[in-house]
């Protein structure tokens, strides 16, 4: 196993801070979302109105990806595990196509395109129709042809990788070369293969005395494609205290910093990060059920400090965005609106109604 190069160091969230004030986008216009039951929804972020629809031929919008250069948003669809390829300049769809046939269906827990934009790399299941039952795969990595919408390689896990739950998180190199996967640790693989080229165990990494470490949500509005950002949580093997902090994972070094920030909550959603990088915001669910509580927590990162909270009214299931100029956080899902909060005081301003239910595909911005 190849050695994490792994920090603790406060100037290492002032150097993220930078790092994402140049990956930023200085503002966009739109916002992307999916819809049920077959919907891409395009919202103006400032009015809120739904200024246009695309519908999929295959069915419901599971999972949104761009391109590096923005021009192509890559959909893939849960109702017949397809991949749509949308102009993001005409709201055209330019491909689509769908892995099930009559007596085979695949489920599909995450994926990304490659560079090119010839290949869409992913991770899910495969289900073979037999005389009286279905027969499931081992969870495997795929490599599918966008151009014949076929899968050309499916690779098994290792026995000692554990497949992903709802969904994993999924990044790759600016050369389309190595493919990363996240979850209870670092999976780094060769693209032509899928040989495991690294299996970096956060469960014990070499300087920092934290294990079971597991990524949170990943920076919805992170840019930069050599990059993955993201909070997640560790605990000391002595006492076993939980720590949330944040992590920044160089996609060509392979390298790995880390700067804890307080005690973990039940449950963190992600990390959205202002365009000057000089603050970052997560949401803090504690509890369950009837004494559910949810807060928005501020963070100051270029002193790694927390700088205010707020509770905010929770839904049971729901999903956490930031606007493109980091004025507004959003809070979307499930139903058919998006609650829009001011990122200085934390409060809520408005609801945009939009057309369709919100599906749980996430949120990208367009210029």
């Given amino acids: 196993m190849k050695s994490l190069r792994h920090a603790f160091a406060g100037s290492a969230c002032a150097a993220l801070g930078a790092a994402l004030a140049f990956a930023q986008p200085a503002a966009a216009d739109t916002i992307v979302i999916g819809g ?10 400032t009015s809120g109105q739904v200024t246009d629809l695309v519908t999929l031929e295959t069915g419901l919008p599971d999972n949104l990806q761009l391109s590096q250069d923005r021009s192509k948003l890559y959909v893939t669809t849960l109702t017949r595990t397809g ?25 599909l827990k995450g994926g990304v395109p490659d560079p090119t ?28 042809d966008l151009k014949s919408g076929d899968v050309v390689r499916a690779v098994d896990f290792a026995e000692e990788d554990n497949g992903p739950g709802w969904a994993a998180s999924m990044a790759i190199s600016p050369d389309g070369k190595t493919l990363y996967v996240f979850g209870d640790k670092v999976r780094v693989l060769d693209t032509k293969d899928f040989s495991v080229l690294d299996r970096i165990d956060l469960a014990k990494p070499q300087s920092s005395a934290l294990q079971d470490v597991s990524f949170g949500g990943t920076l919805n509005s992170r840019q930069d494609p050599g990059s993955y950002v993201s909070l997640f949580n560790g605990e ?28 973990a909550p039940d449950r963190l959603e992600g990390l959205q990060v ?75 301003e408005t609801d945009w109604e939009v057309r369709n239910d919100i599906t749980m595909a996430g949120l990208l911005h367009l210029p």
């Fill in 236 to 263: 000391d093997p002595y006492i076993h205290n939980k720590v949330f902090g944040i992590a920044r994972f160089d996609l060509t070094q392979r390298s790995f910093t880390f700067d804890p920030i307080g005690p």
């Fill in 36 to 45: 049920y039951p077959d919907q891409v929804q395009f919202i103006d972020d």
């Fill in 83 to 107: 991949i749509e390829v949308i102009d993001t300049k005409t709201r055209k769809v330019l491909n689509h196509f769908e892995l099930n046939t009559p007596s085979t269906r695949y489920r």
């Fill in 117 to 144: 934009g010839r290949y869409f790399y992913a991770i899910g299941q495969r289900f073979d129709k037999e005389v009286d039952l279905f027969r499931v795969s081992k969870f495997q990595y795929y490599t599918i």
């Fill in 274 to 348: 202002t365009p000057d990088g000089k603050d970052g915001y997560t949401v803090a669910v504690m509890d369950d059920l009837g004494d559910q509580r949810c807060e928005f927590w501020h963070f100051d990162l270029e002193t790694n400090t927390a700088v205010g909270k707020a509770e905010f009214e929770c839904r049971r299931r729901f999903y956490f965005a930031m606007s493109a100029d980091g004025k507004k956080l959003y809070i979307y899902g499930a139903g058919y609106d998006i609650a829009v909060y001011d990122a200085a005081t934390l409060k809520l």
